[in-house]
């Protein structure tokens, strides 16, 4: 089959039905590479413009799959199976979870595909509107509910009433069985939990005789401190905004909550406050004194921690999931990285309390799944608490479940002193629209950061956002506009 421009049916249509026909006559295979763009355009002799369109439209219906800086690959999970194949069909993100499931199921065949976690959300969604949707799948916490009251995911009483009573509801962390449930059911399991905090560089602030911060007050001290060494690294980033995506409404909301602020309240939305507003004035402050740089806005979610691990940076707001990264790129052991680095909760501001945020990765099984059943052995098998404990000690990530901590920690001790940090810590906005309400948190900060809107503005204007969004009543506060800078 070749393209004709003469033909009166669009270039794009010519494209993508030749390229549907060489994947079902197998000219490419399960999770197979197809050409780049430049390649495409190069063999058939068209503009970008069309290959655009038909490797676009054949991402939108899931026949490919398209990862940033890797190319553009088969989808393993588009071909139907045979009625023969008992095969398990599982969509993953980058981390150690495809290992985990191998390692505990090696009887049990599996089809695993992974995905950047950055289109982890439009993968699994499309996935289900085309009836493709996997047995099983790992994805954020915070979608959870968002899937449930869609009806995507198999509320997992149905699967296996009695593990789900007497073991995930005895043996796992609280905070990580209450944000998997929805409409008193259970419809996710954690996997590693990750807390929200402050990195730092020890030497830097050792050399300067200076404590990690403790208050908001702590950190514009040592930040003026370090700022005193000229050609020296910044003293503090953080991912400031809609670029750092998640993580930078992960890091805000500790931001918010460790100054007596939140998202959502029992009544409404509680965001347009005065702790709010001088949340917002405080980090903004943080640029205007020079300690922390303007173009936080425009880093991606991991850029403030590879600044930290290059000695660029000194202090970093991130995850307690980025030890392991820290240590690789300090080329150091994951057992001695407290040597080098800390981690600690955010510093409380003037109304509030140190504080951190929760974050995990769940399994969840969806209602198309071909095989239910055999989805929740594996489950069960990869959460179970020799094999969480070991990826623990591995990763530095948080073990969900008790008996899993108490394996780890004597080995890493890192592991035992963020798990300590859950019992501060907070949830996300528990609402199944959190994915949208997590964009207008991203623009907020960014909004502030760059001048665009004073803080005041800025948190009035996300919370009739977030209103339009979740329908819920917006709590105003008369104090929310600040006389001089947060401190």
Not at 343 to 353: D, M, R, V
Not at 414 to 433: C, I, K, Q, S, Y
Request: proline share 8%; with cysteine; aromatic share 6%.
């Amino acid at each position: 089959m070749a393209i004709d421009p003469d033909q009166p049916i669009p270039l794009y249509v010519q494209l993508k039905t030749l390229l549907l026909e060489e994947i079902l006559g197998g000219h490419y295979g399960r999770g197979e590479r197809l050409p780049t763009e430049h390649e495409l355009c190069a063999r058939y002799r068209i503009s970008r413009t069309p290959v655009s369109r038909a490797l676009t439209e054949l991402a939108d219906e899931g026949v490919i799959l398209r990862q940033r800086r890797l190319g553009t690959f088969v989808n393993p999970h588009w071909l139907r199976r045979r009625p023969d194949q008992a095969e398990l069909r599982v969509v993953l993100t980058e981390g150690p979870w495809e290992q985990v499931i191998r390692d505990t199921s090696p009887e049990t065949p599996v089809n695993i595909v992974t995905v950047p976690r950055s289109s982890l959300h439009q993968t699994l969604t499309h996935a289900v509107a085309e009836g493709q949707a996997p047995d099983l799948a790992v994805f954020d916490s915070v979608w959870a509910r968002e899937f449930a009251a869609a009806g995507f995911l198999y509320p997992l009483e149905e699967l296996d009433e009695d593990w789900v009573r007497s073991e995930h509801a005895i043996d796992f962390l609280e905070p990580l069985v209450s944000v998997n449930q929805y409409g008193g059911r259970t419809f996710g399991v954690a996997t590693f939990a990750s807390a929200a905090g402050l990195w730092y560089r020890r030497r830097e602030l050792e050399a300067l005789g200076l404590d990690p911060p403790i208050t908001w007050s702590d950190l514009r001290t040592v930040a003026r401190a370090l700022a005193g060494t000229r050609g020296g690294p910044q003293p503090i980033v953080l991912p400031g905004g809609s670029k750092g995506g998640e993580t930078t409404a992960y890091c805000l909301i500790g931001l918010l909550a460790s100054n007596g602020a939140h998202v959502l309240g029992p009544d409404g939305i509680a965001l347009d406050s005065r702790a709010t507003a001088q949340t917002l004035r405080f980090l903004r402050s943080l640029i205007d004194d020079g300690v922390m740089s303007a173009e936080v806005v425009s880093y991606e979610w991991d850029r403030p921690v590879r600044l930290l691990a290059d000695g660029h940076a000194v202090m970093s707001f991130g995850g307690s999931y980025e030890a392991r990264p820290l240590a690789e790129a300090l080329g150091v052991p994951l057992e001695e990285l407290g040597e080098h680095v800390g981690f600690i909760p955010i510093p409380a501001g003037p109304q509030g309390a140190q504080a951190s945020v929760i974050g995990a990765m769940i399994y969840g099984i969806f209602r198309q799944a071909a095989n239910p059943q055999l989805a929740m052995r594996v489950l069960k098998s990869s959460v179970a608490a020799g094999p969480l404990a070991r990826v623990s000690r591995a990763t530095g990530r948080i073990p969900s479940r008790r008996s899993a901590v108490a394996l780890a920690a004597p080995h890493l001790p890192f592991v035992a002193e963020t798990a300590a940090m859950l019992d501060r810590a907070v949830n996300r906005p528990a609402t199944p629209l959190y994915p949208r309400v997590s964009v207008q948190l991203q623009a907020m900060l960014e909004a502030v950061l760059t001048g665009r809107l004073s803080p005041a503005a800025a948190a009035r204007r996300t919370a009739e956002m977030i209103g339009a969004i979740t329908g819920q009543p917006i709590l105003h506060d008369v104090g929310a506009t600040l006389v001089g800078p947060a401190r």
